[in-house]
């Protein structure tokens, strides 16, 4: 049976953890103990080891210190390679020449977790996990502005590639889905486009080739417009309405006299 350490000690022995840096070591509490008793006496007298001191008193080991401390440096270290490049790769880090080492990080931590807890970016083809990569394929369609066939997403070798889809054991028809699109599954006419609104993710079915955003976007911007009619003076009137007459009230032509505004 171990005999109960004494209050005081235990808070002294957290004193001298707390001088060395947050964590114990025999040595360490050795060296820097002053008038407490000596290691040796205390696991004599408690008949105590180390570690079970350490867990007793809540103190971390050099190990469990070291992970900790190399976890926050990583993260730091993540972070500044992403503001830096944009992305962080196993190369540009092993480059870098920083510590902890990838390899460290890899073994103790996992390199994706880091990734994920600093919240960047991994060089193209690395991808953090399946969610990351459909992100990733929603911003592809987003910038591309149209639905592409599978087919043709394959040929304009857009990222992330069918590969990597497959390796994150998706099909790209599956991931299209999770990333908000409809794939088509027939043969169409006429594509889809992603609406141009930079925010907007909306998929739509243009009435003619011209039109760029979908139906809620427009309707928002034409309604702004209606309201300016209020405030447009008799000439801006009859210009408007010309263009209207002459030109047809087709989204792009709503929107030309909106801009021009
Ligand atoms: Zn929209």
């Known amino acids: 049976m171990n005999m109960k350490i004494d209050k005081d000690l235990k808070k002294n022995i957290k004193d001298v953890s707390e001088k060395c840096g947050g964590y114990l070591t025999t040595n360490l509490y050795d060296e820097n103990r002053g ?39 990583a993260i730091s270290n993540f972070k500044l390679l992403n503001l830096e490049f944009g992305f962080v790769s196993k190369k540009i880090y092993d480059d870098s020449k920083l510590q902890p080492s990838s390899e460290y990080i890899s073994k103790h931590y996992g390199w994706n977790e880091i990734a994920k807890e600093a919240n960047v970016r991994l060089a193209h083809g690395q991808y953090i996990d399946l969610n990351d990569v459909i992100e990733q394929l929603k911003e592809t369609i987003k910038k591309l502005g149209y639905i592409p ?4 997403y394959k040929e304009l070798q857009l990222k992330p590639s069918q590969d990597s889809l497959a390796a994150k054991n998706i099909t790209w028809t599956d991931a299209m889905k999770k990333a908000g699109y409809r794939p088509y599954g027939k043969a169409v006419i006429v594509k889809d486009k992603v609406c141009f609104n930079e925010d907007c993710y909306r998929q739509f079915t243009p009435i003619d080739e011209s039109e760029k955003h979908c139906d809620p976007c427009y309707k928002h911007l034409r309604s702004i417009l209606i309201k300016e009619l209020k405030q447009m003076n008799k000439a801006k009137l009859e210009e408007v309405c010309t263009k209207l007459i002459y030109l047809g009230n087709s989204q792009k032509n709503i929107l030309d006299i909106f801009n021009s505004n």
């Open 35 to 73: 008038t407490l008793p000596s290691w040796d006496s205390i696991r004599s007298k408690y008949n105590i080891n180390f570690s079970e001191l350490l867990a007793e008193l809540n103190i971390k080991s050099k190990d469990e210190y070291l992970m900790q401390r190399n976890k926050v440096k």
């Open 149 to 152: 066939t599978s087919t043709e």
